[in-house]
């Protein structure tokens, strides 16, 4: 007997279906999960900024611990995940994090700096695929690259793990932080990554940090810079202009904290097994240690959804809020305040809307944000 033929799909084909078919209702469709807080580099902008030195193996998910939690996501039907940390490599049982993440049917995303990327590494994830590896390149000279992670070799290291990846026809990603400190050389790293055959983005967009205090915004491009990346480039110019044309116009107010997807389609859970609607927000938080997975996507979520703002913000009805960016856990790490507006997100909404002939649709609210 002839089998059916069973028709091919791209996969953006596959995900749009599929994401289409489930409209309507929350659907755990992706999960991120950091398997650590450690890392091997020093990161001037890291948004973790935990202390290296003093972080303890017991303060983060033991093996069985994360490999408990995601048996727990897979039986919830979740389909994409992301591991990520810290630096993922740091820890000497991530083979058998990622194996067992394998046997359960993910489509696994890695996020990693590659510097810890070793054969054996390399050929375990050639030999078991995952659907993309996202390195982070930092520089495109050594000079520049440990500027940036403060750590001697460690330009030399990265691009021999970035070697092994594309030796062995991996799906690889790069992706570049632009601050500050790299900002001269981002086109050479489009280059290089263009000379891989590698898919290449850059952002700009530096947050304040977990643990306050604001370090990180020391090392943040001005406006004005980040609209001249902008402009520089014309794959990304045409995307913002379509974005503008599609998501910018007048807003129904709302005191929901919450105007994203979070929490909707995707959650994403700490290296210390804490859940949330988003890998940038922090708090509040459910204990996956204490409670179920599934429990956490139920009811915690459900709820943290439902928060308010408690006071009445210019940004519920502003007409740049889709292209502002602004939500509640990058204003939290900004100012402590969920519902407040970040001053640096309305200047470049507003920067970005004068270039595509759009400021005149919304109130400059920046000064209330100071």
């Known amino acids: 007997m002839n089998c059916p033929h069973i028709p091919e799909l791209r996969y953006s084909e596959f995900g ?9 209702g ?10 650590t807080n450690r890392c091997n580099l020093q990161c001037r902008h890291c948004f973790i900024q935990c202390d290296r030195a003093t972080w303890v193996d017991d303060a983060e998910l033991s093996t ?41 049917g993910f489509l696994i995303t ?78 050479d790293i489009k280059a290089y990554a263009e000379s891989l055959g590698a898919p290449f983005r ?49 807003r129904i107010a709302t005191d929901l904290l919450y105007a994203c997807g979070a929490g909707i389609r995707a959650f994403h859970i700490d290296a210390a097994g804490r859940m949330n609607v988003c890998l940038l927000a922090r708090q509040p938080r459910f204990s996956v240690l204490r409670g ?7 009811e915690a979520l459900p709820r943290e959804r439902e928060r308010r703002a408690r006071t009445s913000s210019p940004c519920s009805t502003c007409a740049l809020r889709n292209l502002c960016g602004n939500c509640s856990a990058w204003a939290e790490m900004e100012s402590l305040e969920p519902d407040a507006p970040v001053a640096f ?8 809307a004068r270039v595509f002939g759009r400021e005149e649709m919304a109130p400059q609210i920046a000064e209330q944000a100071r």
């Open 292 to 298: 179920k997975v599934r429990e956490g996507w139920l």
């Open 345 to 352: 997100l309305c200047d470049l909404a507003h920067a970005r």
């Open 110 to 187: 890695l996020f990693t700096n590659a510097t810890l990327l070793t054969d054996e590494i390399a050929d375990m994830l050639a030999t078991y695929p995952p659907f993309a590896v996202e390195v982070s390149l930092y520089g495109r000279t050594a000079e520049v690259y440990e500027r940036v992670t403060g750590v001697p070799s460690s330009f030399e290291r990265c691009m021999a793990g970035i070697w092994r990846l594309a030796d062995r026809k991996l799906l690889l990603r790069l992706k570049t932080p632009v601050m500050t400190l790299n900002v001269e050389e981002i086109w």
């Open 64 to 104: 069985a611990e994360i490999c408990s939690i995601l048996d727990q996501i897979a039986e919830m039907g979740t389909l994409w995940l992301l591991l990520t940390g810290g630096e993922p490599l740091v820890r000497p049982d991530f083979a058998e994090i990622y194996m067992h993440a394998k046997r359960r």
């Open 16 to 24: 749009a279906r599929l994401k289409e078919s489930i409209s309507g």
């Open 202 to 250: 850059f952002d700009p967009m530096i947050n304040a940090g977990m643990a306050g205090g604001g370090g990180p915004v020391a090392y943040r491009l001005s406006t004005e810079q980040i609209v001249a990346l902008d402009m520089a480039d014309a794959q990304r110019m045409e995307e913002w202009r379509e974005f503008c044309d599609r998501s910018v116009g007048p």
């Open 26 to 35: 929350r659907y755990p469709l992706s999960a991120s999960i950091e398997i």
